[in-house]
């Protein structure tokens, strides 16, 4: 178990800073004129906390459970979603004229990310 979490950060770090200086680029020099609300720290940080935390249940729940993994990958990828929802409340509820840029930017990058979790995830449960 250990194995398999180290593998997955030796990727997923280097790969969230990489993504936090690209989100930044595009906040600072692409959209500088867009208010984004969120900056590209909470928005990377957000993420990795809760794949690194969804892959750590769904690891242990291989161990024990292998043949529950994909189910509980859907389930916690749903709770994630949830998650991402409550977390664009604020942005929702705030006075900024033109949200759609914000959430765009939220979302292009969770499914970036998604991408990267769902490759693992599957990497995971083919495993023999």
């Known amino acids: ?3 398999i979490l180290c593998r997955f950060l030796l990727f997923f770090v280097p790969f969230s800073l990489l993504l936090y200086a690209l989100l930044s680029y595009l906040d600072k020099q692409v959209f500088s004129e867009q208010d984004f609300y969120y ?3 909470s928005i990377i940080g957000f993420l990795f906390v809760s794949t690194t935390l969804i892959y750590l249940a769904i690891v242990y ?3 024990v459970f292998p043949d529950k993994s994909g189910f509980a990958f859907l389930a916690l ?3 994630k979603m949830f998650a991402s929802v409550i977390f664009l409340v604020p942005l929702i509820q705030s006075e900024t004229a033109n949200k759609t ?3 765009l930017f939220f979302f292009s990058t969770y499914f970036v990310v998604l991408f990267v979790e769902t490759w693992f995830v599957i990497r995971l449960i083919n495993k023999k």
């Open 77 to 79: 990828g749903m709770l």
């Open 1 to 3: 178990m250990k194995k």
């Open 39 to 41: 900056s590209p720290l």
């Open 101 to 103: 840029p914000a959430v």
């Open 61 to 63: 729940i291989h161990k």
